[in-house]
């Protein structure tokens, strides 16, 4: 997974913008705090460091998947930055290097290990300076089965496959299909006309929309990292971290984590025993890279169960669970629908 190296370079590129080769230390540390804050609250700002040759090359949706990552690895632990280096400077470009720990109350963690991280370039553009080294923007997931790097995979080629499986009705695929794009007008990365993955930053009436209960995609929220305690989160928050709550979310925030590959677990039972198996299972796949959400549901009737992917759910009274059941529409779906390559 390259995400971290993304955080380094853009870190990197802030600490050139105030004062190349400066060591106050100060300085830098208020202008890294100032930087994450706006990868996490405010996406727009933080894609001002990036050079117009990176912002041609990488839309600015998928810079502001970077949000996601970096709550997720870094949870509620402070960073800190050692060892800046400006290794090149010419006429207006530099390359600089440094490492980035987060602090636990164990050990300090390394975000990237030293021999992985590699110096980046910067370019200066109007009179501020910038990251050009953007050959990791936005592509670097690793594969769907976290083994290793994937291949570059263009914007274009990742929105085209997610088009087509938000739009597959197969009946042989678990679950009903959702047909998002007649509900929304549009379809997913639509740069002309209504989109079926807008962020919005209001409440959702998605049964008033015609959506299934609960929602199988559409308007969502992700104005912030949510943190993994759902009744402390940030307002209109997404997505959330992935694993197994036991205080609802709020569906605005759950639709981000399948715009990014997720699969949803929803419940309103009191049934333990069936609660139980599938906190079991979750945790377990979980820990083992699945990209997944249980949580409870209070907005669908007592005594049921839904499984939701981008453009397919399966809801079903617990007299009709199995685990083998969800885990059925858990391995069709999970990825299936992945434009941001998780």
Not at 261 to 280: A, F, H, K, P, S
């Amino acid at each position: 997974m390259r995400w971290p190296l993304l955080l380094v370079t853009l870190i990197a590129g802030l600490f050139t913008a105030c004062g190349g080769g400066s060591n106050d230390k100060a300085e830098i540390e208020e202008a890294a705090t100032a930087f994450f804050q706006a990868l996490i609250d405010d996406p727009p700002t933080a894609y001002t460091y990036l050079s117009q040759n990176c912002k041609d090359q990488m839309p600015f949706l998928e810079f502001a998947a970077s949000n996601f990552f970096f709550s997720n690895v870094t949870g509620d632990h402070p960073l800190e930055l050692r060892d800046l280096e400006i290794i090149e400077r010419r006429d207006d470009a530099i390359v600089a290097s440094f490492d980035l720990v987060i602090v636990t109350e164990d050990e300090d963690v390394p975000l990237l290990p030293t021999d992985e991280t590699e110096p980046a370039r910067f370019v200066k553009e109007d009179g501020r300076w910038r990251l050009d080294d953007c050959t990791d923007l936005g592509f670097g997931f690793g594969n769907a089965e976290g083994t290793g790097d994937s291949e570059v995979v263009p914007a274009e080629s990742r929105y085209a496959a997610a088009q087509a499986a938000e739009a597959d009705d197969d009946p042989a695929l678990p679950g009903e299909f959702v047909d998002l794009q007649e509900i929304y007008g549009g379809f997913y990365a639509n740069r002309d006309g209504p989109t079926t993955a807008p962020h919005t930053r209001a409440e959702v009436d998605y049964a008033a929309d015609g959506n299934s209960n609960p929602p199988a995609g559409g308007p969502h929220w992700g104005s912030s990292a949510c943190g993994d305690d759902p009744v402390a989160a940030p307002p209109l928050c997404g997505p959330a971290p992935w694993g197994i709550y036991r205080a609802p979310w709020p569906p605005e925030t759950l639709l981000h984590n399948m715009e990014h590959g997720g699969v949803i677990v929803w419940y309103n039972t009191q049934n333990r025993d069936i609660v139980n198996e599938l906190e079991d299972a979750i945790e377990e796949r979980v820990r083992g890279g699945d990209l997944l959400v249980m949580t409870p549901y209070p907005g669908m009737e007592r005594e049921q169960i839904a499984i939701t992917a981008w453009s397919r759910i399966d809801a079903f009274p617990t007299a009709d669970y199995s685990l083998a059941r969800v885990e059925a529409f858990i391995d069709a779906h999970m990825r299936r629908f992945n434009p941001e390559e998780f």
